[in-house]
């Protein structure tokens, strides 16, 4: 197994945002929202209560855009620490006219001002590779989530070689600019093990097997709060 090698926690550079903005995560993002609503069971004409979702480290906010239009009755605050990528999201988000819908704040994930319990549900794709020790993430997003809420985190997948980064970025990045799969390319080497995030689950009272590997390049937890 390669070598965790942590990147910068923050992508605060007004390059930085484009690029990553720039690149094509759509098919990701589509599957992201997709596994979501199926975890919570909701279907398009569902009548259900108002979902508060703190989405952490929303980045350019292009998960909650999705979100937003596929489940009318949710209101998403999304959560990070780059103002860039924040200035990004505002745009995206006021493009989408989505802007009373999904809101944002500059937040460390790691320590926040919400009440226990504040939020229906937490969800966050792809910043735990960012942060040097996630837990302190995980536990932060568990007390967030109300008593029957849920957790949805996916994540990349450390992988074993680095002849298996290098394909990863091939095949997924391939026709990225070269900084585009740069930054690819380090982000698997910073992501976690399949072992390692479900020690830190377990951890927390949730059972390990909630983490499951979902794609050649994912993890994914989902898992419900105890009342």
Known sequence: MLERILEPEVMDTPQEAMIYDEMDHGEVNEAFVNDLIAFLGIEPDMEAKMIDIFDIGTGTARIPILLADRIPQCRIMGADASVSMLDVARINIDIACLLERVQLARIDAKQTDYEDGYFTGVMSNSIIHHIPEPIAVLQESV?????????????????????????????????????????????????????????????????????????????????????
């Open 143 to 227: 007390r967030l989530a109300e008593p029957g809420g849920w957790l949805f985190f996916r994540d990349l997948l450390r992988p074993e070689s680095n002849e298996q980064v290098e394909q990863l970025v091939k095949t997924y990045c391939g026709k990225e600019p070269e900084s585009a799969q740069k930054m690819f390319g380090e982000s698997l080497q910073a992501s976690l093990s399949l072992s390692e995030i479900r020690e830190m689950v377990s951890s927390l009272g949730f059972d390990p097997e909630s983490v499951q590997q979902t794609s050649d390049r994912h993890w994914t937890w989902a898992a419900r709060k105890p009342e």
